[in-house]
């Protein structure tokens, strides 16, 4: 079993940035894709970004593309959200997560406890 362990999050105004970083420990998980869902008050979860195991193929929502950038350190096991020109609906609670395919990665039994984010405007 892998753990997770998500930080970075915080207060910004609308047009700021955040930087997310989730660590994962218990096994390599060179061979996984990494990613970041989020789940805003009243909404279920969502795909946000997810990177593929040698980091040079990154997916994203069509709401963040072009602002947000995922990023991974295989030799630190850690997975990167560069999060730019962030917008109110941004506002969420994100998560990391690791799965094996990224097709079913939101029903990996993997997850970070949680970092919220919170944009105003």
């Known amino acids: 079993q892998v753990q997770l362990v998500g930080s970075g999050g915080g207060s910004v105004q609308a047009g700021g940035s955040l930087r997310l970083s989730c660590a994962a420990s218990?096994?390599?998980?060179?061979?996984?894709?990494m990613g970041w869902f989020r789940q805003a008050p009243g909404k279920e979860r969502e795909f946000v970004a997810a990177?593929?195991?040698?980091?040079?193929?990154?997916y994203y929502a069509d709401s963040v593309k072009g602002r947000f950038t995922i990023s991974r350190d295989n030799a630190k096991n850690t997975v990167y959200l560069q999060m730019n020109s962030l917008k109110p609906e941004d506002t969420a609670v994100y998560y990391c997560?690791?799965?094996?395919?990224?097709?079913?990665?939101?029903?990996?039994?993997?997850w970070g406890q949680g970092t919220q984010v919170t944009v105003s405007s």
């Open positions: 990177i593929n195991w040698g980091g040079t193929s990154p």
């Open positions: 997560s690791v799965n094996t395919n990224i097709a079913t990665m939101s029903r990996s039994t993997s």
């Open positions: 218990g096994r390599t998980i060179s061979s996984y894709f």
